[in-house]
């Protein structure tokens, strides 16, 4: 089946600093691609969704500052968190669909991110 | 706005015994899909089974099966013969049908434990 990959897949940073997520559709194309936060035993909240060559569509609530996210090519999505907080520490997963009206979603495998 | 809600926390079940999970959610739109995803310890989330909301017949994937009772909203998930490897937190979660692929909005989860 489609496969979808993240890097990495855990990150330490330090209060203040950027750190960016991959997110990669290997055998497929995405022109559309989720962003999720999942924190500990708690449900996916969506965050935006990741349009290719054009802008991102956040979510109610999630400063677009903050998570910026680039949808460059048809295989690559970044979620960049700047100037990361202790309260940005948080499990990080991307899905795409098999195609533009696919129902059908692959979810990458996840990134947790750790904010000292 | 759509809601979905998973009213059981936590679940146990004996292996090769039978549980259902429970599933309700909210909308006023009359096409959509319905997906129970799997989320073992690794976090990779697994598609367990989706629903359409147009057919009548109820889905069935092997020993996962639904109860897709669309008058009163509800979406329940009945595993048979349940397996250590079952073993893990599961999400109901709902997709508008709007012709391109679209958000899934998650329940909070159900925690299944599989016993000897």
């Known amino acids: 089946g489609a496969v979808v990959s993240q890097h990495p897949s855990w990150v330490i940073c330090k209060s203040g600093t950027s750190v960016k997520i991959e997110c990669r559709s290997l055998d497929f194309q995405a022109t559309t691609m989720f962003w999720y936060r999942q924190f500990p035993k708690q449900s996916l909240m969506l965050m935006a969704t990741?349009?290719?060559?054009?802008?991102?569509?956040?979510e109610q609530g999630v400063e677009k500052d903050k998570f910026l996210i680039n949808h460059a090519s048809l295989t690559l999505s970044t979620l960049t968190v700047t100037s990361a907080h202790p309260e940005d520490s948080s499990f990080y997963i991307c899905?795409?669909?098999?195609?533009?009206?696919?129902?059908?979603?692959?979810f990458g495998p996840g990134t947790r991110l750790t904010v000292t | 706005a759509q809601t979905v809600t998973q009213s059981q926390p936590e679940m146990s079940v004996q292996e090769a015994e039978t549980v259902t999970l429970s599933c309700t959610y909210d909308t006023s739109e009359n096409n959509y899909y319905l997906f129970w995803y799997k989320q073992p310890p690794s976090r990779q989330m697994i598609l367990v089974i989706r629903?359409?909301?147009?057919?009548?017949q109820n889905a069935t994937e092997n020993r996962f099966s639904v109860n897709f009772q669309k008058a009163a909203k509800s979406f329940s998930l009945k595993i048979s013969d349940s397996q250590l490897g079952d073993t893990a937190m599961y999400f109901c979660?709902?997709?508008?049908?709007?012709?391109?692929?679209?958000?899934?909005?998650f329940g909070t989860g159900t925690r299944l434990q599989v016993t000897l």
């Open positions: 990741s349009n290719e060559g054009s802008k991102a569509t956040y």
């Open positions: 899905s795409a669909p098999l195609s533009a009206s696919s129902y059908e979603q692959y």
């Open positions: 629903q359409e909301a147009y057919k009548q």
């Open positions: 979660a709902f997709m508008s049908y709007t012709g391109t692929a679209s958000k899934l909005t």
